[in-house]
C-alpha cells in the first residue's frame, strides 16, 4: 500500500484514499475514543468492523450496490474497500431538477425496500452515506450501525432517520424527497407493508416529542 | 445588584415548565440581574403535573418578589415579560402563562412566549460566550442534538424514547436512593458512579443521530435488582454508557454541519463526566467545548428572559388572545429571526 490521503476524517472514522495491489481503494480505520472508557471503546469498534463488512455483502445479494470489501484487520479496526467513484447524494440534492430528484429519491427508496426485504436495516440513512456512482446506480456505504433485522419497529426506525436527515440538511426538499422515498420503497415492499412501516413511524414520532401536538387542539388552552 | 438604579429596558421571564417555578430578570443587552428558582420535590415517584402545578401557584408571589428584589428593579422598570410557552406538561405551563398574562396586563407592557429548548440554547450562548454551536441539549424532558441552519435550529438527533435525565431519575428511584433538597437524583447518580469502576457490558443504542435510552434503563435496573453487582458499579456502567451515546451522536453531528463550537446545555448539563467527554470530544475535532454554568443548567428564569429579549427585539411578541400554550411545540418549529 502505498499514498494513503486522508480525505474524510469523519466522526467515527477517517477515510483514506490508497493504491493497494493496483486498485484505487478506500482504507476505513475506525479511531479510539477517548471520551468513552477503553473496555467500551474496543467493543464497538470491533463489533462493528467486523459487521459492517458482513451488511456491505449481504445488502449486495439483496440487489443494493454496496462497494467490494477488500480486506478487514480487525485488531487495527480497518477495512479496506473499493473506492467508488461518484458524488455523494448530499451534494446533489440542491442541484437537481425537481424530476430528477424525483427519480432519485424513488430509487433511493427502492434500494431501501430491497435492504428491509432482505431483512437488513442500514441504521444511519444520510444523503451522506449515498453515492450516486456509474451507470446512475445508487451506492449505500456506512453499515457500522446496520442489523440483520425484520422487525417492523427496526425498519420504521431506519426510515424515521432517512426523513429526519433530509429534514435537517435538505429542509427546502424534505417533503417531496420523502415522499418519493417512500413510493420507492412501495414500489419494493408493497403497498400494504409500506403502509404498516409509515404508521409505525408515525406511532415512533408520536413516542417521543416529535410531533407538535398528538391531537388537534389537545394542548390549546 | 442590589441598588442599582435601572436604566435601560428589561425583560421578566416566568420559567414552568416542569418541576421547577423560576423567575429571571433580564436587561436588554443581556445582563442577567436576577434568577431565582424555586423547585418542586415530590414526596414520592416522579412529578406529578397538577401538584407540581399547585406548587407553582403557591410560590409564584414570594419567587417574583424575590427575583425583583435581588435586581433591585421595581415592577415599573419591567418592559417586557416573557414565559415559556412550551414544550412541558400542561398544569404547569399554564400556570406560568397565567402569572405572565397578569403581568403584561396589569403593567400595560408586551408578552412573548418563548420556547423551552431555545430558551437552554440561548442562555447557553449568552453565558458560555458561543455563536453558532452544535448543542447538546440533555434535561429531564429532553435529549436533543441541534444546530443553526436557515433561520431555524434544526434537530440532528434527539431520543427515540426516555430523555437522558428521566433515564437517570428513574434509575435512582429505582435502586431507592433518596432526592435530597438541593441534590437531585441525576447528582445522586453521579456521586455513586464516581465511586464506582468497574464497567458491566450494557446495551449501546445508538440509531444514525438518534439514540434510544429506554433498553439501557430496563438493563441497569435488572442489573441493579440482581444484586450481583456494587450498585456504584451500576451507576458507573449507567453513566458511561448513556453519555457515550450521547457523546457519539454529538460527535457525528459536529462532523456533519462541520462546525467549531460544541455546547452542552440542560440540567445533566451539570454533571462533570458528561463535561468531560463532551469536552474530549471537541478537542477530537477542534471545536471548542461551551459548558453553560451550572446554575443556568436548570430550568430558569433567565433564560426565558434573555430570549424574550432576542424575540421581542426582532419582531416577535405574543398577545394575550393568542398565548395558548404549545405542550408539544418543536425546538425546530420556531423561528430564530435573530441568527440572521
Not at chain 1, 464497538?44 to 445479494?61: D, F, G
Not at chain 2, 403584561?104 to 458560555?128: F, M, Q, R, T
Not at chain 2, 458512579?193 to 444514525?208: M, N, Q, R, W
Amino acid at each position: 500500500m502505498n499514498r494513503a490521503v486522508l480525505i474524510k476524517k469523519g466522526a467515527e472514522a477517517s477515510l483514506y484514499l490508497a493504491d493497494w495491489h493496483d486498485r484505487k481503494v478506500i482504507l476505513k480505520k475506525r479511531l479510539a475514543k477517548e471520551y468513552r472508557p477503553r473496555q467500551l471503546d474496543t467493543r464497538i469498534r470491533a463489533y462493528r468492523t467486523v459487521h459492517e463488512p458482513q451488511l456491505l455483502h449481504e445488502a449486495k445479494k439483496a440487489g443494493v450496490p454496496t462497494p467490494i470489501v477488500f480486506l478487514v484487520d480487525v485488531k487495527d479496526d480497518t477495512i479496506i474497500m473499493e473506492y467508488i467513484e461518484g458524488k455523494q447524494v448530499k451534494q446533489l440534492v440542491g442541484k437537481l431538477s425537481k424530476s430528477k430528484r424525483r427519480q432519485l429519491c424513488f430509487k433511493i427508496g427502492a434500494s431501501i425496500g430491497l435492504l428491509h426485504e432482505y431483512g437488513i436495516v442500514h441504521g444511519d440513512l444520510t444523503t451522506s452515506n449515498m453515492i450516486l456512482g456509474r451507470a446512475g446506480k445508487v451506492f449505500f456505504v456506512d453499515f457500522g450501525l446496520g442489523e440483520k433485522t425484520s422487525e417492523l419497529e427496526a425498519k420504521a426506525v431506519d426510515l424515521h432517520l432517512m426523513k429526519r436527515a433530509l429534514q435537517s440538511t435538505h429542509f427546502q426538499f424534505a417533503e417531496e424527497c420523502m415522499s418519493s422515498v417512500i413510493d420507492g420503497y412501495a414500489s419494493k415492499v408493497g403497498v400494504e407493508v409500506s403502509r404498516r412501516v409509515c404508521e409505525k413511524i408515525g406511532e415512533i414520532e408520536r413516542r417521543g416529542r416529535y410531533v407538535a401536538e398528538r391531537r388537534e387542539n389537545h394542548g390549546q388552552e | 445588584m442590589k441598588g442599582k438604579k435601572p436604566t435601560g429596558a428589561y425583560c421578566l421571564g416566568i420559567e414552568s415548565t416542569a418541576d421547577d417555578f423560576s423567575v429571571g430578570l433580564s436587561s436588554f443587552d443581556g445582563e442577567i440581574l436576577a434568577n431565582v428558582v424555586d423547585a418542586y420535590v415530590p414526596p414520592e415517584g416522579g412529578i406529578h403535573p397538577r401538584e407540581a402545578a399547585r406548587h407553582h401557584a403557591e410560590v409564584a408571589g414570594m419567587v417574583l418578589e424575590a427575583a425583583l428584589k435581588t435586581s433591585g428593579l421595581g415592577p415599573k422598570d419591567l418592559s417586557l415579560i416573557a414565559f415559556s410557552l412550551g414544550p412541558g406538561l400542561g398544569p404547569c405551563l399554564r400556570t406560568g402563562a397565567t402569572v405572565a398574562r397578569g403581568l403584561a396586563s396589569y403593567l400595560h407592557v408586551p408578552l412573548v412566549g418563548v420556547n423551552h429548548c431555545v430558551a437552554h440554547i440561548e442562555i447557553g450562548k449568552l453565558e458560555a460566550a458561543a455563536k453558532d454551536p452544535v448543542t447538546l441539549y440533555v434535561s429531564g424532558g429532553n435529549t436533543i442534538v441541534a444546530a443553526y441552519d436557515s433561520g431555524r435550529y434544526r434537530v440532528f438527533g434527539e431520543t427515540l424514547d426516555i430523555a437522558l435525565g428521566n433515564c437517570l431519575d428513574v434509575f435512582a428511584r429505582e435502586a431507592g436512593l433518596r432526592q435530597k433538597l438541593g441534590l437531585p437524583f441525576g447528582a445522586v447518580v453521579e456521586r455513586l458512579a464516581g465511586e464506582g469502576g468497574e464497567l458491566i457490558s450494557l446495551p449501546y443504542s445508538v440509531k444514525g443521530m438518534d439514540l434510544s435510552l429506554s433498553g439501557l434503563l430496563t438493563a441497569a435496573v435488572c442489573l441493579m435488582r440482581s444484586g450481583r453487582h456494587r450498585l456504584e458499579d451500576v451507576c458507573y456502567s449507567l453513566q458511561e454508557t448513556a453519555f457515550s451515546m450521547v457523546t457519539e451522536v454529538t460527535e457525528r453531528a459536529l462532523a456533519h454541519t462541520e462546525k467549531d463550537e460544541v455546547l452542552l446545555t440542560g440540567g445533566v448539563a451539570a454533571n462533570k463526566r458528561l463535561q468531560m467527554m463532551i469536552g474530549s470530544m471537541a478537542k477530537d475535532h477542534d471545536a471548542s467545548f461551551k459548558p453553560v454554568p451550572g446554575r443556568f443548567a436548570i430550568d430558569n428564569g433567565a433564560m426565558v428572559a434573555w430570549t424574550g429579549v432576542l424575540a421581542y427585539t426582532h419582531g416577535v411578541e405574543t398577545p394575550v388572545e393568542s398565548s395558548a400554550v404549545k405542550l408539544r411545540w418543536r425546538l425546530d418549529e420556531v423561528e430564530i429571526p435573530w441568527m440572521q
